[in-house]
């Protein structure tokens, strides 16, 4: 799944428990923002790539759900503006 880490109002769109309506349990294996990977199995969430300019302070203060960290974790390049 690809969302934006945050929604407009700066809330994390991660969440330990969702509060809108659910269309499956646990239906993705993956998310994806601008500013990291996550990869999503039975023991919950795991940071496998955070985007070099955020770091991954950033994403546990702006991520509403515990999360480990991947052994091989990485840095996600930068993409330059067109």
Same mark, same amino acid.
């Given at each position: 799944m690809a969302t934006t880490h945050l929604t407009k109002a700066g809330e994390p769109k991660i969440v330990a428990t969702c509060t809108l309506p659910l269309t499956g !349990?646990?239906? +993705? !294996? +993956? +998310? #994806? %923002?601008?500013?990291? %990977?996550? &990869? #999503? !199995? &039975?023991h919950g969430l795991t940071l496998v790539e955070v985007a070099a300019e %955020?770091? +991954?302070d950033w994403v546990r203060r702006h991520t509403g759900a515990a999360f480990r960290l991947a052994d091989g974790l990485c840095a996600r390049a930068g993409v330059a503006a067109a």
């Open positions: !349990d646990r239906a +993705v !294996d +993956v +998310v #994806v %923002t601008e500013h990291a %990977t996550f &990869e #999503v !199995d &039975e %955020t770091g +991954v």
